[in-house]
């Protein structure tokens, strides 16, 4: 298994400002992924956090709103940029265990903003 | 592109009775298939998985799943439910292999409610 650990659990911010979400993994991963959760939503993919070189984004996510440091194979982090109530949400880690073929979740930061 | 459906939002169950909650997944070769159940303030935990052998697989907390090819289905399953069941159940499904590896798409998701 993995234990993920995401800080903050939760915060309240103001409109404009960013927020930066930490991940951290128990055991070196390869592969590490963001995804969001919207209030009622289902969970949707962001992007994949590559280590050593730039984040994959999916579509509808762009670098200039979410960028997303790797800087190595235990760590990540997620900002939430210039933030308006819209991106209020639940932000998930989540990493896949090639062996065991296994997504494992981090606990979420809920993320309000005012 | 993959896709998923869980074509009931909210679900209602007495407490003992059975449960299934459907699933149905677009994709275009053998899919990895997923459930996993989130609990209010809660991450996710994976209840079960599929990615070949028997189609009936049981999982955690007595789940069982069937995949059912000529379907596109993944269903869910309980012989009798407990009060703690009650939660949120999302159903994904991950690619093989390619660019797209340890990618999930999630469908809607379907929220039990158990009645005592």
């Known amino acids: 298994s993995a234990v993920i650990s995401q800080k903050p659990s939760r915060d309240i911010c103001q409109r404009g400002t960013s927020l930066t979400i930490q991940c951290q993994v128990d055991?070196?991963?390869?592969?590490m992924f963001w995804y969001r959760q919207q209030p009622g939503q289902s969970l949707t993919l962001i992007a994949t956090a590559n280590q050593g070189s730039e984040a994959t984004y999916e579509s509808g996510f762009v670098i200039d709103k979410f960028p997303i440091s790797r800087p190595n194979l235990t760590f990540s982090t997620l900002t939430v940029s210039n933030m308006s109530p819209e991106d209020s949400s639940i932000y998930l880690c989540?990493?896949?265990?090639?062996?065991?073929?296994?997504?494992?979740f981090g606990q979420g930061t809920r993320l309000t903003v005012v | 592109a993959q896709s998923v459906t869980q074509p009931d939002i909210h679900i209602t169950v007495s407490e003992g009775a059975s449960l299934e909650l459907r699933c149905n997944y677009s994709y275009g070769a053998t899919p990895y298939l997923f459930w996993y159940v989130q609990s209010p303030g809660q991450g996710l935990q994976l209840l079960l998985k599929y990615f070949s052998g028997d189609t009936l697989v049981q999982g955690i907390k007595g789940f069982e799943a069937e995949f059912k090819r000529s379907q596109s289905s993944f269903n869910l399953r309980k012989p009798s439910v407990h009060w703690s069941d009650a939660a949120e159940y999302f159903c994904?499904?991950?690619?093989?292999?390619?660019?797209?590896?340890?990618?999930?798409?999630f469908g809607q998701g379907t929220i039990l409610t158990v009645h005592p």
């Open positions: 989540s990493v896949y265990r090639v062996g065991v073929t296994e997504a494992f």
């Open positions: 994904a499904v991950g690619d093989a292999g390619g660019t797209s590896y340890g990618k999930l798409t």
């Open positions: 055991s070196q991963v390869t592969m």
